[in-house]
């Protein structure tokens, strides 16, 4: 979001390193690709974290870095699936 996708990519493929060795939470990867706009690949890591249950998705409606990811279809399924409510 901040203009450095050189260094978000970066970041990518230091997780992506360091998820060989130890666990790396998937809603990590979900906020730099939503930051990147790559919404694709952030709904695949969302999916990936939902497949997990991570008790992080618990923030995927107040997470203010996954705003532009909110009027895509799949963000109301995801959210339907986790059990969030509807937002007003």
Do not use: C
């Not at 939470?25 to 730099?32: D, E, H, Q, T």
């Not at 939902?50 to 995927?60: A, G, V």
């Amino acid at each position: 979001m901040s203009g450095k996708r050189e260094e978000a990519q970066k970041v990518i493929e230091h997780l992506r390193e360091l998820s060989v060795h130890e666990y790396v939470a998937p809603y990590n990867f979900v906020v730099i690709y939503a930051g990147l706009g790559n919404k694709d690949e952030a709904f695949a890591w969302l999916n990936r974290a939902d497949q997990e249950r991570s008790y992080l998705l618990t923030y995927l409606t107040v997470d203010e870095r996954l705003d532009k990811l909110h009027f895509d279809p799949r963000f109301d399924e995801l959210r339907r699936r986790v059990g969030l409510p509807t937002p007003k």
